[in-house]
């Protein structure tokens, strides 16, 4: 799980190191979180969830579970 930065246009160190994962460890899902923006789907790992904040407890589960 990972905090999506603010800035869209950037896809700066934590950017880099979702991409290092999915490249590693392909069956890995990425949950990312942002209260700010939604980055665009183009712009994300492939297996990836995207939460807005504030997100519950059971959508949190969810997003673990699947």
Same mark, same amino acid.
């Given at each position: ?11 700066? *160190?934590? #950017? +880099? ?11 890995? @899902?990425?949950?990312? *979180?942002? #209260? +700010? ?11 990836? @969830? ?17």
């Amino acid at each position: 799980m990972s905090d999506h930065p603010a800035r869209p246009t950037a896809l700066g *160190a934590g #950017g +880099r190191q979702r991409v290092a994962v999915r490249n590693r460890w392909p069956p890995v @899902i990425l949950i990312l *979180a942002s #209260g +700010r923006v939604s980055p665009p789907f183009a712009d994300m790992p492939s297996e990836t @969830i995207f939460l807005r904040k504030p997100y519950s407890e059971d959508t949190l589960l969810k997003a673990i579970a699947a």
